[in-house]
């Protein structure tokens, strides 16, 4: 008895021992943060990641284009009156701190920016070709570049963070100066600039991958943005004299599958609609959102061109159309005409977001989102030299956008003559205006300018100065930050 | 576990059957019978009688199959049988041949035995809650699951329907929501662990226990924190001759109701309101239109056959049953029908060896419909099912095209699922010594599935298309389970002490895995070619991936009792689970209760009110690993973040870390406390049991949000917040037999659910978002999941009244007007508040019965009360839809309606706000089933026992206010997004004809 007793003490001790390899249990085909970044090839994958994240709703969806067009006077809210009411009140300046949009967006680009702190803090440890690592690094730092230099425009000061986060840290960031971010934002250019290759010297595989003329391109605009006009104008004169771009003959084409990493295209973000019923894993929601809302039935129908929009442009110019789908306009491909949906009133749609008839249905989005063009960085040294008093300059590169856009049609856009600085001031931020509408890029424009008030109060909306030059930052942040993060001025 | 120690396990058991051959009394065996039923009477002890009295006499209980064996020191021994509510026998043993004892009713009421974890007791001598249910009362509702047949059965036990899909099963709270995540009880089918009960034919089951509080529940540790149900499937019934029975119904069932929604003729109006012009001009010609709900629902058949056989003779008992249920849902192109067979097998091979095994196999074919309960809610009922030219309506007239459901089920239906489920344990018992015992047992669970679906090309709309035609397989084993417990059992008694001790070890591995492939592309559309091999094999696609987790535990516990008076009980398990890291790995989940038998004390026996009286009271602590992710405390590199490179658009791999991990992880732990009476009158006729407790979770592990710019995909996992469940279950049951029999019985369980806790820097969770609001919002001091946003108002008349505010700032007259709580002038975030919680202030249910001759009669009736509804699919518009019927009573300038806002399609009046939340409360009459049993001088002819007849109906009657089929929306994988009615299938109300027999 006494030993059987005995024995029902050392089961349990047998059972202890064997039971650390028993409950010893690693996920299943997966790799963990332990098994990761251990070649090139994780290096190449982490790096494509943040790529990767650029097609996501948070950073490309309907809050984006509401947080840049919508919200600008390029355009109105679109679609069906009620269909996202959150994006009316954007429209009409009448949000507030929870409004989706904002922490949508923040998320977006706050998650792009981990993924490349996570690459550019995991890479340099990795054993592989040097040539390699720096490209990598240099992309993984200008991307998380670019995001900063957005967050920083549309919301001022926010967290600056670099590097991956530990557990202690989550709640307690602060916003850090602009001159900081502006700081980091240079650092990192710079490194990019360094280590990335012209984008001639990618193999075809690689097209789409950041480069070094990209790189000085964002740098051009932290200068533009500081007021830097000389460092701008030379940086971009490097782009210039770098002879790797080039303005397509055909406006209207820059938008096309043909102007899908064409010569202009200076950074875009690559998609692809594969065979799916669902979204595929190459697409994005960009085109969707915005594409035609009714029959043909390619979209959501948001981000309508406005009537402020269409008024600033000159007479005949073709950018209007090419930049606008009007009820009743044949589609590019040709095969389909758009018909009045009795939900909308007036309904005009984003064209440079429109795309063809895709595999599945119409969230498989395959349309590369544009994101620099060489026509952008072209008119931003029109902007630089007449900002240095070097108007003949100015003149030179704001009428190669105009010479393009007229093309064998002489009789409209004809050659800016001006000399005055602020006339011609006013003439290259409207050609501006005219050659990157529906693009993204006016609500941007309009704040560097410090003309953001009276843009708005000429579109007639509810602007209130010293308050909406910035966006909230979102209320879930400033709940979460225990007192950590401040809420912009007037919120 | 490793080869090498299981022969060490082995090695154990040999010796132990080596060493209990040194003993050499005789042993005395047999079984102990209702000498009315011959059912085997669990629990009865069976003591020697010596002479003179020794303190120390052999004695043993019964097992749940009525058996005993019992060593005795004399060689002509006298034992005394007895067994509450029995009257004791006093017989001579005999070691030759098992004996075979009767025993009568006492005139009081039998003493119930209850499972509890890891063995058996007297009701009498429990210390802890457990709710007890035998498997004739789960027969009454018509459903393949036993979860749904639980419902409204026991106090404390909340059971909501997950839909009305064929063989859906059902979320069961214990006690209230005790976590943010997994709340869902512990299931134990013939001592195997599962997630749920899905598996077991209700047929089968003899009975089910549930185990509510920590004194019951703690003996299952880490995963007991939720409660466990405890379900004992019928063993061979202690009958020399073989018993068969038969039985079988058929019955026809239709949805529950129909939500009134606008006809054609109301819907064009509401639409020319709506678009303020006449755009529909005639609306008388346009008729009802289309009653889309009649397009999907149909009325639909249920078959159930099942065949039974049991029996026993001296060596071997063994019950068989086999049963083929069949049901077509009441959504077109959904059905479920099942073919099971169970054996339960025991053999005493030797008198002190007995080996067991349970084993059940079911076939289950399934199709699952596709989802048209929202669309064929939303469809226009102006947009007729087919076009002039024969084709499914394209309803993109309206802007954003709602599905034609019509379409769908035609299209989407080729759906079929078939799975093979294998459910059993085997076991083997040998008595080492006069009182202990020694089990082994292995339990298995093994599910596999193959579904295949096949969609055809079709184009109904440019959202409701299928540019090519697609099969697709998935092969799912969701569960490749084991589980092996050791267990050592001591029971005795002496004249004033019970003692019983229970010691043992468990292991258990969990399994999973899944693959599947599809290709497009079929040369034909002839059956024989949906093959993978004739698509196109550049479109193929193939997935795959498994995952596992163990838990290797000890169990501990003991019972003694003074006098019968004086009852005390504590446990102790401790786990180790596969799911956290090494330094957290080890829990101890320890409980104690105590109980009073007052009944029992001279002072209250001389009152002559109670029969019976029990006082008792535990406190125990219990765990929950809560999460659904078996590797939770492992950071995962996530794949799939391709990127499109090159003038090839190529898919580039792309992988990164995507979420934060915590390693820190621990169990969630629940300290549980339990104060209850149990009482009987009327010579035990009326019974009372009241039980008060106190369910306090800690340590919940709850995805945290965190920051967005830390830039985690997902919110990791932390254990942080504190949720208390208190209430009481009440039960109250009256019967009366002889020739009249009528009894009456009913269960309240008032419930308080709040929340003590959340988690450091966030003091509030916004979830269940509509139209980019949240409409759920969970705080301190509140209870889980409390719906959340404007109160209404009224509606604005006129512009005067908007602009006298307060307002938001586009409000039109006839729009809803939302109460301006903070009182500074404009309705913002700020003037959101609690609306009601989903979570009744009490369950309730009752049962009415009765029989007079050879009529029986029964009602089962279940109800909530105070619970809130929220009506979703109604809140959710991304184009024109149909409107419910309230919506014909619409504000206009010349119906100025103070309750029903103008027609809108979104916007303003579609706000979260209590214009989409409902009182949920609802009382229902959830079976009603009336028999009739043929005269026995009939049957008895033709040697049949019994042949019974009856009609039956379920859900035949409801008490609602709210306009949907049903009130109640369970979500058992978040407590932040329940009673939300997102248009899920609903449940069916049906009338059944069958009979019993027996022979």
């Known amino acids: ?491 | 576990m490793k080869l090498n120690n299981q022969i060490k396990f082995i090695g154990i058991i040999v010796m132990l059957l080596l060493a209990r051959m040194v003993d050499a009394q005789i042993l005395v065996s047999g079984q102990v019978l209702d000498a009315a039923s011959n059912e085997p009477l669990i629990g009865a002890s069976v003591i020697e009688v010596l002479s003179p009295p020794s303190v120390n006499p052999a004695g043993t209980i019964t097992d749940e199959n009525g058996n005993f064996s019992l060593l005795t020191t004399s060689s002509t021994p006298t034992i005394t049988v007895s067994y509450t509510g029995y009257e004791d026998q006093t017989l001579a043993g005999s070691g030759n041949n098992p004996m075979k004892i009767m025993l009568a009713e006492s005139s009081e009421l039998l003493d119930q035995i209850v499972v509890v974890g890891y063995g058996v007791q007297k009701k009498s001598d429990l210390t802890g809650s457990v709710g007890s249910l035998k498997g004739k009362d789960l027969e009454r509702v018509v459903t393949p699951n036993v979860e749904q047949a639980l419902q409204g059965k026991l106090a404390g036990v909340y059971v909501t329907p997950a839909s009305g899909q064929p063989g859906s099963g059902a979320t069961i709270r214990i006690r209230g929501t005790g976590t943010l995540n997994n709340s869902n009880p512990l299931y134990v089918i013939d001592g195997m662990i599962t997630q749920d009960a899905s598996s077991v034919n209700p047929q089968d089951v003899d009975r089910i226990e549930v185990l509510k509080d920590a004194s019951a529940a703690a003996i299952y540790g880490s995963r007991g924190a939720n409660g466990v149900i405890i379900i004992t499937t019928k063993n061979g019934s202690k009958n020399k001759e073989p018993k068969l029975s038969f039985s079988s119904y058929l019955g026809s069932q239709d949805v529950i109701k129909k939500i009134p929604l606008l006809d054609g003729q109301s819907f064009a109006s509401a639409y020319n309101q709506l678009r303020n012009q006449e755009i529909y001009k005639n609306i008388d010609s346009i008729g009802v239109g289309t009653d889309w709900q009649d397009e999907i629902y149909r009325t639909s058949p249920i078959k159930n056959i099942q065949f039974g056989a049991g029996g026993s003779n001296d060596q071997v008992s063994y019950n068989f049953s086999t049963n083929y249920f069949d049901q077509q849902g009441i959504l077109e192109s959904s059905s479920f029908n099942r073919v099971s067979a169970r054996l339960n097998i025991e053999t005493k091979l030797k008198p002190w060896f007995t080996l067991g095994n349970n084993v059940s196999y079911a076939l289950i074919n399934e199709q699952l419909a596709p989802g048209v309960v929202g669309t064929a809610y939303r469809m226009p009922s102006v947009l007729p099912v087919y076009n002039s030219k024969g084709e499914f309506t394209d309803p993109t007239f309206f802007g954003l095209a709602v599905a034609n459901p019509a379409a769908d089920l035609a299209f989407k239906s080729n759906n079929h699922k078939k799975e093979s489920r294998l459910l059993g344990n085997a076991y083997g018992e040998i008595s080492l010594l006069k009182h202990l015992k020694f089990r082994s047992n292995f339990g298995y669970y093994v599910r596999s599935s193959t579904t295949r679906t096949i969609e055809p090309k079709f184009e109904v709309s440019a959202s409701q298309l299928n540019k090519n035609d697609r099969l697709g397989i998935n092969i799912d084993n969701p569960d490749k389970n084991w589980i092996w417990e050791q267990t050592l059992n001591f029971f005795k008694e002496w004249k004033r002490h019970t003692l019983g001790v229970l010691v043992g070890y468990t292991a258990e591995e969990r399994k999973s895995d899944f693959f599947g492939a599809s290709r497009q592309g079929f040369p034909g559309d002839a059956d024989e070619l949906f093959y993978l091999s004739s698509g196109n094999d550049t479109t193929q696609m193939n997935f795959g991936g498994a995952s596992d987790e163990a838990l290797t535990s000890l169990l501990f516990r003991t019972n003694y009792a003074l006098d019968d008076k004086y009852l005390f009980t504590a446990s102790m398990r401790v786990d180790k689970s596969s799911r956290f890291t090494p330094e957290n790995r080890t829990g101890y989940f320890p409980s104690a209760s105590v109980g009073w038998n007052v009944g029992r004390e001279p002072f209250i026996e001389s009152l002559k009110i109670f029969d019976r009286l029990k006082c008792r009271a535990s406190f125990g602590i219990l765990g929950n690993q809560a999460l659904g992710d078996r590797y939770p405390t492992t950071a995962i590199i996530g794949t799939g973040q391709n990127s499109v490179f090159g003038s090839g658009e190529n898919l580039n791999q792309g992988s990164t870390q995507l979420s934060i991990s915590n390693p820190n992880l621990r169990w969630e732990i629940s300290r549980q406390t339990d104060i209850g009476f149990e009482a009987g009158f009327l010579g035990n006729k009326l019974e009372l049991e009241v039980d008060w407790y106190r369910r306090n979770t800690y340590d919940i592990i709850a995805a945290v949000p965190i920051p967005a710019y830390v830039g985690s995909q997902n919110s990791p996992f932390v254990n942080t917040a504190e949720v208390l469940n208190q209430g009481f279950d009440i039960s109250l049951n009256y019967r009366k037999v002889g020739n009249i029999s009528y009894n009456f019985g009913g269960n309240i369980s008032p419930i308080r659910n709040e929340v003590l806790k959340l988690a450091q820097g966030k003091s509030e969770i916004f979830d269940a978002f509509i139209n980019g609001e949240p409409a759920t919002h969970t705080i301190v001091g509140q209870s889980i999941g409390a719906f959340f946003g404007f109160q209404t108002d009224g509606i604005f008349q006129n512009a005067e009244e908007i602009a006298a505010g307060p307002s938001i700032g586009n409000e039109k007259p006839g729009d809803l007007k939302f109460k301006d709580l903070d009182n500074n002038g404009i309705i913002d975030g700020k003037d959101r508040t609690y609306l009601g919680s989903v979570i009744p202030t009490f369950t309730y249910g009752f049962t009415l019965g009765g029989g007079y001759k050879n009529f029986d009669l029964n009602i089962d009736f279940l109800g909530t009360k105070g619970n809130k509804v929220f009506n979703e699919k109604e809140s959710f518009r991304f184009g024109v839809y149909n409107w419910e019927q309230h919506v014909a009573n619409a504000w206009t300038k010349d119906n100025p309606s103070t309750s029903e806002p103008r027609v809108t399609n979104g916007g303003h009046n579609y706000k979260v706000s209590d214009h989409f939340i409902s009182d949920g409360s609802f009382l229902r009459l959830q079976t009603i089933n009336f028999g009739y049993t043929l005269p026995k001088t009939w049957t008895n002819k033709v040697k049949i026992d019994g042949v019974r007849f009856f009609v039956s109906g379920s859900n035949l009657w409801t008490r609602q206010t709210y306009t949907g089929y049903t009130t109640e929306f369970p979500n058992s994988g978040s407590p932040f997004k329940v009673g939300f009615d997102g248009g899920v299938y609903p449940i069916a109300k049906s009338i059944q004809f069958g009979f019993d027999t027996n022979f």
């Open chain 1, 1 to 491: 008895m006494k030993n059987i007793l005995k024995l029902f003490i050392v089961i349990p001790l047998v059972f202890t021992s064997c039971s650390e390899d028993f409950l010893d249990r690693k996920p299943k085909g997966n790799l963990t943060a332990d098994t990761f970044f251990q070649n090139e090839d994780h290096a190449i994958s982490a790096v494509n990641a943040i790529y990767s994240n650029f097609r996501s709703w948070e950073y490309c969806g309907l809050p984006f284009i509401g947080a840049t067009d919508i919200i600008s006077d390029d355009a109105d809210k679109g679609s069906t009156e009620t269909d996202a009411f959150y994006l009316a009140q954007v429209d009409n300046f009448l949000f507030d701190p929870t409004n989706e949009t904002f922490s949508t967006i923040w998320n977006g680009h706050y998650r792009t920016i981990a993924r490349s702190n996570i690459a550019i803090n995991k890479i340099p440890a990795i054993e592989m070709s040097e040539v390699l690592k720096a490209r990598l690094l240099g992309e993984a730092k200008f991307l998380r570049a670019f995001n900063y230099l957005r967050l920083v425009q549309w919301f001022g000061e926010v967290p600056l963070i670099t590097s991956q986060l530990t557990d202690d840290q989550f709640f307690t960031q602060k916003r850090e100066s602009k001159q900081n971010i502006y700081i980091q934002i240079e650092k990192d250019l710079q490194d990019a600039i360094s280590g990335l290759p012209e984008k001639s010297k990618y193999p075809a595989t690689d097209l789409g991958r950041v480069t070094k003329g990209a790189a000085k391109g964002i740098l051009m605009k932290l200068y533009m943005l500081q007021g830097k006009y000389t460092n701008a104008l030379t940086i971009g004169e490097e782009i210039v004299n770098s002879g790797e771009y080039s303005l397509m003959p055909n406006y209207q084409n820059i938008f096309s599958r043909l102007g899908e990493n064409g010569s202009e295209s200076m950074f875009e973000i690559g998609a692809v609609a594969l065979q799916a019923s669902i979204a595929g894993s190459g697409a994005t929601p960009y085109n969707m959102v915005q594409g035609v809302r009714g029959v043909p039935n390619l979209g959501w129908g948001f981000n309508r061109p406005s009537d402020d929009l269409i008024k600033s442009y000159e007479a005949g110019d073709p950018r209007r159309q090419a930049t606008i789908i009007y009820v009743g306009e044949v589609l590019p491909d040709g095969a389909t005409i758009v018909q009045d949906n009795p939900e909308i009133l007036n309904e005009r749609f984003n064209q440079k977001a429109w795309v063809p008839n895709h595999p599945g249905l119409q969230d498989n989005g395959p349309g590369n989102i544009r994101l620099l063009r060489y026509a952008d960085v072209l008119l931003l040294c029109a902007e630089a030299a007449n900002e240095i008093n070097n108007n003949q300059k100015a003149l030179e590169y704001v009428n190669m956008t105009r010479k393009r856009a007229r093309g064998t049609n002489t009789f409209i856009l004809k050659d800016l003559t001006i000399t005055n600085q602020t006339e011609l001031r006013a003439a290259i931020r409207k050609e501006r205006r005219s050659e990157l509408a529906m693009e993204q890029q006016r609500w941007f424009d309009l704040q560097r300018w410090g003309i953001l008030k009276d843009a708005m109060i000429a579109a007639g909306k509810n602007f209130v100065a010293n308050k909406h030059e910035l966006l909230p930052i979102p209320q879930t942040e400033i709940d979460l930050s225990a007192g950590n993060l401040q809420q912009n001025q007037g919120y």
